[in-house]
């Protein structure tokens, strides 16, 4: 009508205003960009899903993370801001390339937190690596994404560590426990059809039929929330199921649905089924990666100080590991601002100086430093718990 | 329960196989069943504001997962699953009503302001509203509720009475739950063949979709009757969440899922038409529950879609429908 | 097109005026002439200010704005050395691609495909198999592009085919279980008969870069930020679709087109081609899609099942639909304006001054600088601070709060706005609820009552910005995407710059 062509203006320019005003998120040449400011805010951010499926994940993370920086910075005479960059798992991987691309270009941003993903990983490393920022992972477990003899590097960088171990670890570590505690015979993998559980999946199924054990794969979509059918395909002598999800109320489902069909099976779930809130079958099974820090000496102080902070929040398993990765980050950038006298040239130089990390009493138990070999903890472990009756997790191995 | 060790397992005589593909069977058609019910009553949502308005409503979807929503912050109000403050049966019928008349009133709200302003206009206009409204109720659930799931956690109701009562057909246990589901479902088709059919309004609804200039010119309120009849899609929507949130649990964007799901249960079934949205629910809920039980349930999703593309094909009515045919 | 006539016929027919002017010819009007319906659009426009500038616009040509738009996006990274700013102007040009593609089968051949993102996919997924290490096949990219743009045409008349007879409603079904079919195909494809054909979940790693001419094109810096030739060759491939389809449009073909949009039956009837007309359609929306996955699969360097969902499909038809479906110019400028929105709706630092400006701009477009403006601007600052200084007086925590986010107009919209430190669980969902009702309660409302009632929303909308809204911009962000569906096809259905489109029966 009578003002469209007043009106497209209009809205042109408010475009090209707001263009502009994202612009201001960090513009400076390159050497600008690299050099890093010792006395200044640095800023850590942490990429993972803070929105959508994966959120309540992620912002376990951020809270830990920021915990981390507030109470370990005055220590390490660092003022370090966590900054979260959301990377729903929706999205799909390549989005963690793309926010990735909003902190390269940010001087104060000496280390990255994260992506959290196997996923995001694989996409922005090379991003990342490039621009010499170095990259700790708190959760990311996709076993190729291992350095060293273990793993196929595809994620080619340097840059890139994890203070858990791989998928390569927890697989077998699963798998070894059903055979050798829990005496199955015949067990039952589900996967998913997303890289986190088929991977999970294959690493078990093939150490148990190396042991002899017989094994029925079952393969359903990220979506299902019914398993009926699928209950109806597990066979009524199983002993174990093997359930690698990564939402919790769906294993709590199903394992309903089997007692409901009169299975026996004994539910066992991996790092991303673990939540005690969701998953609470009496008698099941989940492992991961951190053992329940709250049974560790001197995470008394810690866990109290977190929860002062985040009074409704609940102790879960992704938040702790991501305490250490940001701990480790920030001992790294102290050094680096110490040998630099204060100022930090080129953030690739934090980089040189991770392998020399030890983090005695850390958060995780005993003292943590990475693995010469690779780029993951040395003698990476994964905790099996027990569901007792009351819904609380046990420590059983 | 820790695994009992066993020796191996007996050979197996044929009545032993027998049997249990016997119990096979029933276990999967119990499934299908209580899955195509669910289904039944969302096909009948679509079906009914098809009938009128020729239009597809791609909201109705999410319009179930604010019903399973509703139910669930009702479940918080009356102390939760574990413990609440009436008696099972009440809390069950409480929670199912305040979802009902939630979504009714839902509908009621969409069709005046996302749908009616568009009723003269080309019938991509409403259809392409439909998708925002959709996409605008699964986020605001995600922007209000957070993205996690929620489970109604009926496992915990009365200590379980919900699945541990019940019948048993052979090796099978039926569990009071399916039982409620199925029949809260078919008495509710029932009720809704009895509004449409007996009453009043429900004849004025049927008029209105045979021909809507013809039934305005007798005298029937035909804005009043599409009222009626997105209030009618939205309660069944309602009670479809809860039901569907009964037993499994439910998360803001389940709404696209649910309401593939559904219309293809009424095209299946033939849109438009009342009884085939029931028997499009109960088949597309036995088909699913076949295919992921005897063929594989990596391709079971994808065994659906084909099926159903075969028969936009080959008989884009469904199987009640009446051919459309376009007057010039 | 339609400017011809503007210039030539300045006379109305008898009884035309009076009878289209009469209802103000704002809404499609059954049973008219489309001319006539647009006499009173037509006469109105003339006037004031705008009309002039307007008038002034449309006599510049379509090339001449095209080169204009090329040309600063070409300038882009020279005002700006961030990596992330560049990076979003090509997401925005990969969006534009797109939505021109749509464009031609929901604008042009009024085909509604709920697929259209599958066969980006298509195009993105056909890309990392002939340039990665899948096959082991690594064709240089001038032959993969047009190759990949083939295959996606091929895509489209193939989905196209059994589709041809079906209408509206079932087109959209048919094509939505076609997207569900990619989607599934794709994320279970690791094990067709045995092999691995689209890597299921993992996705396809390590697509090759564009290479042109025997130089590879890295897809980073050495500093690890976005590479410009990136944009570039965006750019190019935007300016060359854009004028291709542009003569297409204005072709024997283009007119065919319009004609099967506004009535199908009626062009069977002139005899014009129709199942072949709907197929191409198809087919050339499919195909620039294809093309543009290209871009998009070189650029990140993998492709995943996830890449290519729902979401996706709801913004490109946002893009198409805001701008105008029909138009070119018009769902170029959507696209831009939905990609910077949803880039600046990330940060809640600056979306918050984006939210007020807006709610500034919708006043002063519903009042007009009139004494009511002045009176709900007032109304609504005082009521603010009223509300505050008596909520801070009952509970010191019910105001300590600061907006979300930080940025310069957080300090400042905390001091009108009640922001608590913690917010129970029940006010979310009760005022957002409260606000959508009161909102649409508003637009049955007239006169003072409606001012009356305006007042309290707005402060109400505040209010759910600063804590409920800005709190998670993720979900803000397609919740804001999915309103701005709704109310464009309500209150305008043709989009910015589309034509009004008026069925005859």
Redesign the interface.
Known sequence: MKKRGGLVIALVVIAAAALASTAGAGSSTADRIAAVNCSGTIKLPLLTPLTGGGGPIGNEQLSWAKYAAKSLGPKLKLKVQIVGGDTPVEKGPGEAQKVAQKFISDSQVAAVLGPATSGGVASASKSLAKAGLLHISPSATDSALAAGPKGKRTASPVAFYRVVGGDYVQGPTDANYMVSALKAKKVVIVDFQEPYSVGLANAAQAVLKAKGVDVTRLSTSVDTTDYSSLVTKVPNDANVVFFPTQQPEDAQTFGQQLLEQGKRATMFGADGTNNPAAFKLPGSYVSNFAPDISGIKGNAARIAGWKKDNPKASLGSFGPPTYLATQVEMMAIARACKAGGGSIKNRASVLKYIRGIVVPNSILGGTFRFSKSNNEPVNPKFYIFQIQKNGSYKLVN | MAARPSAGPPPESIETRLAARVDTFIQLTLNGLTLGSVYALIALGYTLVYGILKLLNFAHGDVVTVGAFIGFGMLQLLGGSTDPVVPVWLLLLLISATAMAGCAALGVAIERFAYRPLRDAPRIAPLISALGVSFFLAYSLQLLFGSEQRDYDAFSMDNGALFFKGFSIGAVHIPLLRILVICAAFALMVVLWFLVNKTRTGKAMKATSFDREAAAMMGIDVDRVIVFAFVLGSALAGAAGVLSALRVPTYPSAGFITGLKGFTAAVIGGIGSIPGAMAGGLILGLAEAYTQGYISTKWSDLAVFVILILIMLFRPQGLFGRPDITKV | MSGHFDDDLTRPLEGAAEASSAEGA???E?GRDEWVARHG?RV??R??L??T???R??TVPWWAWLTLLIATACLIPV???????R??AF?TVVFMLLALGLNIV?GWG?L?DLGYVAFFGIGAYAYAMLASDQFGVHLPSIVAIPLVALIGFGAGWLVGL?SR??T???L???T???F??FL??T??GD?VFGHSLTN????I??VDELSFFGWSLPT???????AIAYLYVAVVLFGIVYVALRLLDDSRTGRAWRSLREDP?AAELMGMPVNWLKLLAFASGASVAALTGTLQASL???V????????LL?TV??MV?LGGAGSQAGVV?GA??IS??L??L??PG?SR??FY?LVL?GLVGAFRLSRQLAVVLGATVALGFVARAVAGTIDDRWTAGVGGGGGRLAGWASDWVIVPTQLAGWI??VT?VGLI?LV?ML?LLHGWVRIAVLVPTLYLAAFVWEN??LA?????R??V??????GV??IR?NG??GER?V?IL
Do not use: C, H, W
């Not at chain 3, 995407?481 to 709704?486: K, W, Y």
């Open positions: 704002t809404s499609p059954v659009e109105a426009r006037s004031g705008l009309g500038l307007e008038a616009f449309r005002f700006s050395d961030s990596g992330y700013v990076r979003v997401d929901v009024g509604l059994p007879r079906l509206g409603d079932y959209a079904i048919v939505l279980f076609f569900q079919i599934t195909f994320n279970n094990d299921g979940p993992n996705g790693l390590n980073t810096t050495a500093q690890g930020q976005f039956l990140v360097g993998s995943f099942p996830q890449d290519f969902a729902f979401p709801i038809y946002t639909i400028i831009i304006l910077v929105l880039e600046v990330r940060d600056d001054g984006l400006l701009l979310a969902p957002y009702a649409l637009t409920v809204m998670k911009p993720e979900p803000t397609y919740v995407l999915g309103a701005i569906l709704v096809m309500v259905p910015l710059l489109r069925e």
